[in-house]
Nanobody, 115 residues
Framework: QVQLVESGGGLVQPGGSLRLSCAAS????????MSWYRQGAGKEREAVAS???????NYADSVKDRFTISRDNAKNMVYLQMNNLKPEDTAVYYC?????????WGQGTQVTVSS
């Protein structure tokens, strides 16, 4: 069983930045595929950023060059640095892990981009 706890969401003005954090436990973290998803009001959950098998980062086109995913295996943490935020980035952001062919989700953290 993998537990994921996100933090770092909040209200930010357009053009601002936030860093989301996700603390993972219950797995061999270095063998866990980590990713970030988001779900806006009335929308489907979508992948935002992830690490592929080779450890390379992949991004949705809508966040490319603005968001950066990173991980610290020593601390069992994954981060999402979000810069130049736009109102359309408003959503609940979820940390996700795939371990032993099973996907796990955190509880989500709200990000609101508004002036």
């Amino acid at each position: 069983q993998v537990q994921l706890v996100e933090s770092g969401g909040g209200l930010v003005q357009p053009g601002g930045s936030l860093r989301l954090s996700c603390a993972a436990s219950g797995s061999s973290f270095s063998a866990t595929f980590m990713s970030w998803y988001r779900q806006g009001a009335g929308k489907e959950r979508e992948a935002v950023a992830s690490f592929n098998i080779g450890g390379r980062a992949n991004y949705a086109d809508s966040v490319k060059d603005r968001f950066t995913i990173s991980r610290d295996n020593a601390k069992n943490m994954v981060y999402l640095q979000m810069n130049n935020l736009k109102p359309e980035d408003t959503a609940v952001y979820y940390c996700s892990a795939v371990y032993m062919n099973r996907r796990y989700w955190g509880q989500g953290t709200q990000v609101t981009v508004s002036s």
